[in-house]
């Protein structure tokens, strides 16, 4: 038994001291960036491998000054607002999709279903062209309703809704029509209710995928007013040089709401991600 006791502590030593490790390499960038928004220019150049914490002084002002010069007011509140949108948009129309392809006999659903997989197949860059036209034909280039547009629909959440719902059982929608309800009904009361693990995933994965967008935000917002986070901080990128500690303590700045937005929804993050067993 003491072998046994000796081997389950090593085994659970070694296995936290991996964990530990992994833990502090992923932290390694974020602390760089920090230290970087902390220094001088001169100091965020230098090839010492050894030129780590600022040499002269630590140089709060870097954040003032970049709040001020790049209106992070803004950019908070574009991004804000382009996140909420998408994922407003992105869980309607997947749930009610989903529920279609999931629940529903109609003709044309496989094919239909069919075209949605090769949506998720095809690189989404293929698209840009054809939504910036559309975007552009509709009048809403420097616009929330532009940002937003491509992800009015989603391939992965129809996809990630559908089998939600297919993993309901069908009793429930023979009791609910015993009971009198119509599909509405039954959609709205007895099975939305049930997929809300699945659109938690949804929200989340949209919330993520629509913070980090780049490209799209860069093409259809040339304005500074209505560009979001991601695309004010490819802008700050010199053509002959960068200041680096702006750039860095722009980045601290810009992460600061997906950190308050993860701190708060913890725990529906952690339930939603084991439940849709996807990865980011």
């Not at 007011?73 to 999931?102: D, E, H, P, S």
């Not at 039954?186 to 939305?192: D, E, K, V």
């Amino acid at each position: 038994m003491d072998s046994i006791s000796t081997r389950y502590k090593v085994n659970k030593f070694i296995t936290y001291l991996i964990l530990i490790i992994f833990a502090v390499i992923m932290l390694v960038p974020f602390v760089w960036m920090i230290l970087t928004a902390l220094k001088t220019n001169q100091e965020a150049i230098s090839v010492d491998p050894f030129f780590i914490l600022p040499h002269n002084g630590w140089h709060f002002e870097n954040f003032a000054t970049v709040w001020k010069s790049y209106n992070f007011v803004t950019l908070y509140k574009n991004t804000i607002l382009f996140i909420v949108f998408r994922v407003i948009c992105a869980c309607l129309t997947a749930t009610m999709a989903g529920y279609a392809f999931g629940r529903l006999e109609f003709p044309g659903k496989k094919l239909m279903f069919s075209l949605v997989l090769i949506q998720m197949m095809i690189p989404s860059q293929i698209f840009v062209i054809p939504q910036y036209l559309m975007v552009s034909k509709l009048h809403i280039l420097n616009t929330t309703a532009g940002l937003v547009f491509p992800g009015l629909v989603t391939a992965f959440g129809t996809y990630l809704l559908k089998t939600g719902y297919q993993a309901l059982p069908k009793d429930l929608e023979e009791a609910a029509a015993i009971d009198g309800c119509n599909i509405g009904q039954t959609f709205l009361f007895i099975m939305l209710p049930l997929t809300r693990s699945s659109m938690v995933s949804l929200g989340i994965f949209t919330a993520l995928f629509a913070f980090k967008d780049l490209m799209w935000p860069m093409i259809v917002c040339t304005n500074a007013s209505t560009t979001t986070l991601s695309a004010g901080l490819a802008k700050m990128q010199g053509q002959y040089g960068s200041d680096y500690p702006a750039m860095m303590a722009s980045a601290v700045l810009a992460i600061v709401p997906m950190i308050v937005i993860y701190i708060i929804f913890q725990k529906q993050f952690v339930e939603g991600i084991a439940t849709s067993g996807g990865k980011l």
